[in-house]
């Protein structure tokens, strides 16, 4: 499949792209809970020291959300919206 045609078949608007990734970011979080209460735990009562001493912790949640935050998890969400689409317009 030529490029053109495979920008076209994952092309949505704005504002679609824009509530997928946001959806895209809620599963994140909700899926990196663990890591995301790790760190909340390290960083609680810490200022500017937060930096140094929740290296690791930080480290492990930000591993944990770019597995579910990355290019290729939006265009399969891309991809499935469209989908959804089609059938929904063939439906009608």
Known sequence: MGYLQEARENHVKKKVEEALRSKMKQKALKDCDFYCSKYADCARGRTFTVVWQCRKQAKELNDCLH???????????KKAYVVEQETKEKNQ
């Open 67 to 77: 597995q579910f935050t990355n290019d290729e998890v939006l265009e399969e969400m």
